[in-house]
């Protein structure tokens, strides 16, 4: 997701190309089109060098009646998205966020999680394992349990794709939570979470506005080890909780190249043991 606009200017095989030549050999695919080229490319990368697509991305179904979602749905494509994912030879397969339509209640969330568990079935007979990424909103609370929880707990064949950074920002301890989803989880969101600084000439307004953005908007997502997070700790947890993938991820990068951000990341993980990841 952070490199969409450089494949979008320099074709996903250059990219993931110049992102292997950084030193990661394994990528999750979010937020491209899935177009007979690029999945075509995403092949030939494979084949030249090495890499692994290690999860693919998809919606569920459209949000209305009048507006689609963006890129392939399990309700639309399904038979597609088995064939992409099946022709670069990825068995993970993730929502990447909950639909607008199936926020607010307990019962809608009951409802989601089990469209997803009906097509997890379909995906397992395939050979493909379905994943629901969380950001924060999943851990609003329905008669006192975390909707996040509810989706786990009415559901067998999903899985669950943790997100550090949003974890966090929901008030939550993630190495906890890590420990809460052992064994329904195989990949995890690597982020750091920091606070920038504080330039008050980039605020509109005044006054209690100027206050009010200074407040809400200084909360960023962090390259690896320039945040606040505990991350070896998190990263164990990860490990011990069952993830076999840590994708490297940050969802704005503040004026900084994405290139940059990588290495700044991968970086902080060689100097901390996980030279083997590289």
């Known amino acids: 997701m952070m490199l969409k606009e450089k494949v979008n200017e320099e074709g996903i095989y250059n990219v993931l190309k110049k992102v292997h030549d950084l030193g990661y050999n394994s990528f999750e695919v979010s937020q491209i089109e899935m177009s007979e080229h690029n ?6 990368a494979i084949n030249d060098l090495g890499i692994e697509i290690s999860a693919m991305s998809c919606g569920v179904e459209d ?5 689609k979602f963006p890129g392939d749905t399990l309700q639309n494509n399904i038979e597609k998205i088995i ?4 022709a670069v030879n990825c068995n993970i397969l993730r929502i990447g966020m909950l639909p607008i339509n199936y ?12 469209k997803c568990e009906f097509y997890a079935k379909q995906l397992k007979a395939e050979g493909i394992d379905l994943y629901y990424h969380a950001h924060n909103l999943e851990f609003v609370k329905y008669d006192g349990h975390y909707m996040l929880d509810l989706m786990r707990d009415n559901t067998t064949l999903l899985g669950f794709e943790l997100d550090i950074h949003w974890i966090w920002r929901a008030g939550l301890d993630p ?3 890590l420990k809460n989803y052992k064994n329904r ?19 509109p307004g005044e006054g209690h506005e100027k206050i009010y953005f200074m407040l809400h908007m200084i909360t960023q997502f962090a390259e690896l080890g320039e945040g606040n997070l505990p991350l070896l700790q998190i990263i164990q947890a990860g ?3 069952g993830s076999e ?12 190249d994405a290139y940059d951000c990588l290495v700044t990341s991968r970086d902080y993980l060689l100097a901390n043991g996980y030279r083997d990841w590289f």
Not at 39 to 44: A, F, G, I, L, P
Not at 185 to 203: F, V
């Open 39 to 44: 999945v075509s490319e995403m092949q030939r």
């Open 63 to 67: 949000i209305s009646e009048t507006e």
């Open 83 to 86: 064939a992409d994912c099946k």
């Open 103 to 114: 926020m607010g209640s307990k019962a809608k969330a009951l409802t989601f999680a089990n």
């Open 175 to 177: 190495i906890a939570v």
């Open 185 to 203: 989880i195989r990949a995890i969101h690597l982020k750091d979470y920091r606070i920038g600084e504080i330039d008050m000439d980039q605020y």
């Open 239 to 241: 490990f011990d909780s």
């Open 245 to 256: 993938y840590f994708f490297v991820e940050q969802d704005a990068l503040y004026g900084k």
